[in-house]
Nanobody
Framework: QVQLVASGGGSAQTGGSLRLSCAASGYTASTYFLAWFRQAPGKEREGVAG???????TYADSVNGRLTISQDNAKNTLYLQMNSLKPEDTAMYYCAAGLSYGGTWPPLTARRYSVWGQGTQVTVSS
């Protein structure tokens, strides 16, 4: 059974940085896409970034250049490095895993991901 545990959220000032982590277990890394999603109150869930087991990445236009997804395959850990934070980044952040079925690029649509972490809150002040 695949399990994901997200951590690293907290409060930051505009322009500051945070790094989110997601510990993954119970899966075969080569067969899964991993991704970060976020959801703010009153807004739809938004795909932030995705990554394949061999390091191919996809980013939402709104975060490209500020947020960076990465993974440590040896530690089975997913990361989201968040720089130049904006108040608009305030949201609950979720890590997710979905079967790749041989796909090349990780999608940013929630329906493609079947396993979700519990979420970690990020709050960015003005």
């Amino acid at each position: 059974q695949v399990q994901l545990v997200a951590s690293g959220g907290g409060s930051a000032q505009t322009g500051g940085s945070l790094r989110l982590s997601c510990a993954a277990s119970g899966y075969t890394a080569s067969t899964y896409f991993l991704a970060w999603f976020r959801q703010a109150p009153g807004k739809e869930r938004e795909g932030v970034a995705g990554i394949t087991s061999d390091g191919k990445t996809t980013y939402a236009d709104s975060v490209n250049g500020r947020l960076t997804i990465s993974q440590d395959n040896a530690k089975n850990t997913l990361y989201l490095q968040m720089n130049s934070l904006k108040p608009e980044d305030t949201a609950m952040y979720y890590c997710a895993a979905g079967l790749s079925y041989g796909g090349t690029w990780p999608p940013l649509t929630a329906r493609r991901y079947s396993v979700w972490g519990q979420g970690t809150q990020v709050t960015v002040s003005s």
